[in-house]
């Protein structure tokens, strides 16, 4: 059975950082690109960063992007985001989610979005 | 960035309606385009990818249809546990964007 199991989530400050970890199982986690993907409360969905199954590849959300890093360590099945200079903005639930990916216009892209953890909500707030 | 386009925003029904969502996108997307149901509280659950290709596990009473820009997802008998948001997704483009949601309410 796969299986998504987010942590790392809590009360910061604006400004200050925070590592959000996704441990994975049930698949071989090395075969498969990941996302991160978040929902503020009461709002839909905006993904947020993409790694390829060997970390070749990474996009970050424009909203994110010089403030979030993404990675991951195929040795331990796990994925991370570190977020630093957080802003009230960025106040959400954060989803990793499995992403098979395909080949397109000269790059690798997720394709869908399989499996979703059950999500760790990041509160932003003084 | 694509831009998704859901309709309508929430809508009531009761259950055995057929129910119908929109998604339309503000370029081509081709067939990237994928749905997702969310209970509340939960996590996204993958219903349909590449416009109709049922996710395993996921009732045949959801169908999906359309490619460009324009798209539609049925439930052709509302059950009790449909009651929930359902959400689009193109991956034609990065960065993947999602609609805004359709809350599928009980009448």
């Given at each position: 059975e796969v299986q998504l199991v987010e942590s790392g989530g809590g009360l910061v400050q604006p400004g200050g950082s925070l590592r959000l970890s996704c441990a994975a199982s049930g698949?071989?986690?090395?075969s498969y690109s990941m996302d991160w993907v978040r929902q503020a409360p009461g709002k839909g969905l905006e993904w947020v960063s993409y790694i390829s199954s060997s970390s070749s590849t990474i996009y970050y959300a424009d909203s994110v992007k010089g403030r979030f890093a993404i990675s991951r360590d195929n040795a331990k099945n796990s994925l991370y985001l570190q977020m630093n200079s957080l802003r009230d903005e960025d106040t959400a639930v954060y989803y990793c989610a499995r992403a098979p990916d395909y080949y397109g216009s000269g790059s690798y892209r997720p394709y869908y979005f399989d499996y979703w953890g059950q999500g760790t909500l990041v509160t932003v707030s003084s | 960035d694509i831009q998704m386009t859901q309709s309508p925003s929430s809508l009531s029904a009761s259950v055995g309606d057929r129910v119908t969502i929109t998604c339309r996108a503000s370029q081509s997307i081709s067939t990237y385009l994928n749905w997702y149901q969310q209970k509340p509280g939960k996590a996204p659950k993958l219903l349909i990818y590449a416009v109709s290709s049922l996710q395993s596990?996921?009732?045949?009473?959801f169908s999906g249809s359309g490619s460009g820009t324009d798209f539609t997802l049925t439930i052709s008998s509302l059950q009790p546990e449909d009651f929930a948001s359902y959400y689009c997704q193109q991956s034609y483009n990065t960065p993947p964007t999602f609609g805004g949601g359709t809350k599928v309410e009980i009448k």
């Open positions: 698949f071989t986690f090395s | 596990g996921v009732p045949s009473r």
